[in-house]
């Protein structure tokens, strides 16, 4: 089925959306503040070595001199802790960087507080299937890649293509997870752009002064191109005329068969507004996701898992109870599908289809989640039902999901979901009075909360606390604060 893309631009933050048949699948978000330096080289100078940390400081020009560590510097194409394997002892930094030394560095931790970036020489570049390690000449598969029978086997097709390529240069390659059922074709484009993005820096680094940005990992745009464009995509529309020159740019050197496809978008409506997409982003933040048929879906993310219940709601529109049932577990394993690639829902989904008694109706809704999941690019597995009548599967985690990209947890509930009743906040402050009432004797106890449980004291449990002002022989004041969470309270002794 062909999709479309589209990408809206602005300074402060990239939103890119997958349309299919006018309904938003999927949606990337980048923030500009929260780009990271992770991936960066730099063309960096040794500004100290220090034999006593076996480190030295490098500039590379940030604000702070950044950090390489002994354990990290490169020896024969391999990091000194590579080389010398664990537990052996590494070569004296100062035998290996000298001040002044230019060298090229990549970032492999960010500055946090007062730490400057942390770097290694060996250099790493991710593509949208492998990583090129340049100055190594090893071919690496995923651990998480199946058997070993498949591992030899894509190691086999990798040692062709990287000798028959004549895309220039050498270098080694670690494919990823997700390139276990790539083509040729598809490992070989890889192959080429990560070449030609290392021969590129290699020319910057001759040409530049230390302190050079000489490679910033690529922003969401330009991934765009390099990861969410296959033959099923017929449109890429860009909001921004800047973005749209830049990426005609960009892929007309990395990836020119999907240059004929992008699209200067003029409209006088915001790019999203044509599909309803910001009105759609609100829905998959909600917990509840309506069905058409009038069933609804409640989604939970929880530390471990992510649980969907599908209900039947208001639909009673089949002829019989078994028939509502399946009909609205068909529509649920459509809608699951998208949800879960709109949410970006990684690691263990349980779902709790409606109980089903014909075992050909399961067969079938199984049947029909494992065909809409099919469209989805991230690696599923999905087992049959349980004995309890659930469905377990797992996503593989790519990125933070949805929710946990544009949210926060809730400062009055933490994340629970739920707060205490004003009621038992009341019985709390009761028990709270008598406990300070036995350790203190102030002149009298004021209770400071918000309104509704001011209220609620003055009114249902004003007998109660007028028995305690009596039981312990203080007065009891009241004091309203709007400001104060349901659960907050405070005590002051007068």
Request: with cysteine.
């Amino acid at each position: 089925m062909m999709h479309d893309i589209l990408v809206n631009w602005s300074p402060q933050e990239t939103r890119v959306a997958i349309v299919e048949n006018g309904a938003i699948q999927e949606l990337h978000v980048e923030r500009t503040l929260e780009r990271g330096l992770v991936g960066n080289i730099y063309a960096g100078r040794v500004a100290r070595v220090l034999p006593g940390m076996q480190s030295a400081f490098i500039d590379i020009g940030l604000e702070r001199a950044a950090f390489l560590h002994v354990a990290d510097v490169q020896i024969n194409g391999q990091t000194a802790r590579g080389h010398h394997g664990e537990g052996t002892t590494l070569p004296p930094i100062e035998k290996l960087v000298y001040e002044g030394q230019t060298l090229v560095v990549q970032v492999i931790k960010d500055p946090i507080g007062t730490k400057g970036a942390r770097l290694s020489t060996q250099i790493s570049i991710a593509g949208r299937l492998l990583v090129h390690l340049p100055q190594d000449d090893h071919i690496g598969i995923s651990q998480k890649i199946g058997s070993h029978e498949l591992r030899d086997q894509l190691r086999q097709r990798m040692t062709a293509l990287v000798g028959n390529r004549e895309t220039g240069g050498g270098g080694g390659f670690i494919l990823r997870t997700n390139a276990e059922d790539a083509s040729d074709a598809e490992l070989g484009d890889d192959i080429a752009y990560l070449r030609k993005t290392w021969a590129l820096i290699r020319e910057r680094a001759l040409k530049s002064p230390p302190g050079s940005l000489l490679f910033e990992d690529l922003s969401l745009v330009q991934r765009v191109l390099r990861d969410l464009v296959d033959d099923r995509t017929g449109s890429i529309r860009i909001d921004s005329r800047m973005q749209y020159d830049l990426l005609r740019e960009f892929g007309q050197l990395y990836t020119p068969g999907a240059v004929g496809r992008l699209q200067h978008y003029r409209g006088e409506r915001p790019i999203f507004d044509l599909y309803n997409i910001d009105q759609e982003i609100e829905r998959a933040l909600a917990r509840r996701v309506d069905l058409k048929s009038g069933g609804y879906l409640v989604v939970d993310q929880t530390e471990a898992l992510t649980t969907i219940d599908v209900n039947t709601g208001g639909f009673v529109g089949a002829r019989n109870f078994d028939d509502t049932i399946f009909k609205t577990n068909l529509e649920a394993a459509q809608a699951i599908a998208r949800q879960l690639r709109l949410r970006n829902l990684g690691g263990i989904i349980i779902i709790d289809f409606i109980d089903m008694t014909r075992s050909d109706h399961q067969e079938q809704v199984l049947l029909e989640l494992r065909k809409q999941l099919a469209r989805d690019r991230t690696k599923i597995t999905v087992s049959g039902f349980t004995q309890l009548g659930l469905v377990e599967m797992t996503r593989k985690r790519t990125r933070e999901s949805l929710a946990h990209m544009l949210c926060q947890p809730c400062p009055t509930c933490g994340g629970r979901g739920q707060v205490k009743t004003a009621r038992s906040v009341c019985y709390d402050i009761l028990r709270e009075i008598l406990r300070e009432a036995r350790q203190f004797n102030p002149k009298e106890f004021r209770v400071i909360a918000c309104p509704a449980v001011i209220e609620m004291l003055l009114d249902e449990e004003s007998p109660h606390l007028a028995g305690l002002s009596d039981f312990i022989g203080k007065p009891i004041s009241l004091q309203a604060e709007a400001t104060m969470n349901p659960e907050q309270y405070d005590i002051v002794l007068m």
